[in-house]
Each structure stands twice: as structure tokens, then as C-alpha cells.
């Protein structure tokens, strides 16, 4: 059984910032890549960001520049800090996570979301 749950989203202004965060737990041998996705009403899951288990980055054009992703691997843990926010951001933010059980079978996780709102 594997876990993932993601925080620290909330409501912020345009120009601002947030980091969230999303642990993996559970019968984990490895997290290979984390990922974070985002949906907004009426539109379809996007890849916001993703990171290896070695540390390579891939950003979405959208938030390149602008979203920072980072990961803790003895932890499971990814962060995205998000900086210079715009309403467009507006969404559910889920991470993903691609695990190795102990169990030797490979699972994806997703986290339940959390809402990220960007607005005056």
C-alpha cells in the first residue's frame, strides 16, 4: 500500500508565491519520478512539472521560468515552489509519484490535490 499526500496549497495574489509539497509513503522500495500535475474547471490534467530519481527537471512552457521543482529522496518528498503566480495558475494540484514497492511491482500514486487559487 502506497500513500501520497500533498499540502500548502491555499489562496494568494497575483505576483505571489506558494511551495507545496507531497510525501510518499508505505511499502516503498523507491520513488523513481515525482511529478506534479494541475487541473483547472472545465479543462483537462496538465503536467505542470516533473523530476527523476536522479534529479532531472522537466517544466511545462507554461510555468518555466516561473515554478521551481525539487525533490528529497531519502524523504519521498517533492516541493514546487511556485513564484510569480498569475490567475491562470488557478487549479487542483496533484503529485504523482512512480514507485517501486517493496513488494517488487511498480505503482502510480496520486495524491487527493490540493487547490491553488490566484486572485485579487
Known amino acids: 500500500q502506497v500513500q501520497v499526500v500533498e499540502s500548502g496549497g491555499g489562496l494568494v495574489q497575483p505576483g505571489g508565491s506558494l511551495r507545496l509539497s507531497c510525501a510518499a509513503s508505505g511499502s516503498i522500495f523507491r520513488v523513481n519520478a515525482m511529478a506534479w500535475y494541475r487541473q483547472a474547471p472545465g479543462k483537462e490534467r496538465e503536467l505542470v512539472a516533473s523530476i527523476t530519481y536522479g534529479g532531472t527537471t522537466n517544466y511545462s512552457d507554461a510555468v518555466k521560468g516561473r515554478f521551481t521543482i525539487s525533490r528529497d529522496t531519502a524523504r519521498n518528498t517533492v516541493y514546487l515552489q511556485m513564484n510569480s503566480l498569475i490567475p491562470e495558475d488557478t487549479a487542483e494540484y496533484y503529485c504523482?509519484?512512480?514507485?517501486?514497492?517493496?513488494?517488487?511491482?511498480?505503482?502510480?500514486?496520486w495524491g487527493q490535490g490540493t487547490q491553488v487559487t490566484v486572485s485579487s
Open positions: 504523482n509519484a512512480q514507485v517501486l514497492t517493496g513488494g517488487g511491482t511498480y505503482y502510480q500514486g
